[in-house]
C-alpha cells in the first residue's frame, strides 16, 4: 500500500506565504503527476496545481504568479509554495499523487485560512 501525508497548513494573514509538503510513502515504484487540489466550504473541489514527474507544472489561473507547485523524487514529496494569500484561498488542501501500479491516491486534506 502507499499513502500520503500534508503538513504545513494554518492561519495566515491576507498578503503572507504558507509551505505546504505532502510526503508519499509505502510500496512505491513510481510517482507520476503530483499536485493539490482545494475545496472551500459550499465549493467543488479544484485543481490548484500539478506537476508531472519530469517537472512540468500546470496551475489553476486563480493561484497564476502567486503559487508555485514543486517536488523531490528522491524525497517522494510534492510542495506547494503560497505568497500573496487571499481570503479566497480559504480551503481545504488535498494533495494526490498518481502511483504506478495503485492508481491516485489522495492526502488527508490540510487546512488553510487567510484571514485578519
Known amino acids: 500500500q502507499v499513502q500520503l501525508v500534508e503538513s504545513g497548513g494554518g492561519l495566515v494573514q491576507p498578503g503572507g506565504s504558507l509551505r505546504l509538503s505532502c510526503a508519499a510513502s509505502?510500496?512505491?515504484?513510481?510517482?507520476?503527476?503530483m499536485g493539490w487540489y482545494r475545496q472551500a466550504p459550499g465549493n467543488e473541489r479544484e485543481l490548484a496545481a500539478s506537476?508531472?514527474?519530469?517537472?512540468?507544472?500546470n496551475y489553476a489561473d486563480s493561484v497564476k504568479g502567486r503559487f508555485t507547485v514543486s517536488r523531490d523524487n528522491a524525497k517522494n514529496t510534492v510542495y506547494l509554495q503560497m505568497n500573496s494569500l487571499k481570503p479566497e484561498d480559504t480551503a481545504v488542501y488535498y494533495c494526490?499523487?498518481?502511483?504506478?501500479?495503485?492508481?491516485?491516491?489522495w492526502g488527508q486534506g490540510t487546512q488553510v485560512t487567510v484571514s485578519s
Open positions: 494526490y499523487a498518481n502511483f504506478y501500479g495503485f492508481g491516485v491516491r
Open positions: 509505502g510500496n512505491i515504484f513510481r510517482i507520476d503527476t
Open positions: 506537476i508531472t514527474r519530469e517537472g512540468m507544472t
